[in-house]
């Protein structure tokens, strides 16, 4: 990336010379294209683990409570991202809904080692009675892809260090 900034006098006569300053920088980090509405949101690259091999994903993090509540609402396509991946300070059993949401979503639940706990397919509610969609136990970590986006469900999770 080059950037070039070129200082000159305002309303006065100078006699100084122009100056301009030109800095090279280079960047092994790819740019990630979030969609409007999650620039706020933490992204990071999650692995997920099949019985044929692992698949890398970058998502977006919704660790606090304000980002769990926004989740994918609004949201009209995924941009650079391949989901949502929602952490919990705890084992939890609540239920996520699709209010607002647009996208017909698979919800992934894992349990704090990783392992998988359950999944549901969603499908968008632009109407104020959306029904809730509830795990089959325990979990601390949810992760929301487009439907049909992984063809089959993963084993487990790996966890960041």
Request: charged share 20%; net charge negative; hydrophobic share 40%.
């Amino acid at each position: 990336m080059t950037i070039a900034l070129l200082v000159t006098g305002g309303c006065s006569e100078s006699t100084a010379p122009d100056i301009t300053t030109t800095t090279t920088t280079s960047s092994t980090t790819p740019v990630v294209v979030v969609p409007p509405g999650l620039e706020t949101f933490e992204t990071r690259q999650i692995t997920l683990v099949f019985d044929a091999g692992d698949r890398e994903l970058l998502v977006a993090v919704a660790d606090e409570s304000s980002e769990r509540s926004q989740g994918l609402m609004r949201v009209t396509e995924l941009a650079g991202l391949d989901g949502m991946l929602f952490e919990f300070e705890r084992l939890t059993e609540g239920g996520f809904w699709m209010k607002d949401t647009v996208l017909p979503l698979t919800l992934i639940h894992f349990d704090e080692t990783g392992s998988f706990v359950s999944s549901v397919d969603m499908e968008p509610c632009t109407t104020a009675d959306c029904p809730s969609y509830y795990p089959a136990g325990p979990y601390r970590f949810a992760l929301e892809v487009v439907q049909g986006s992984l063809e089959r469900l993963p084993v487990r999770l790996l966890l960041p260090e």
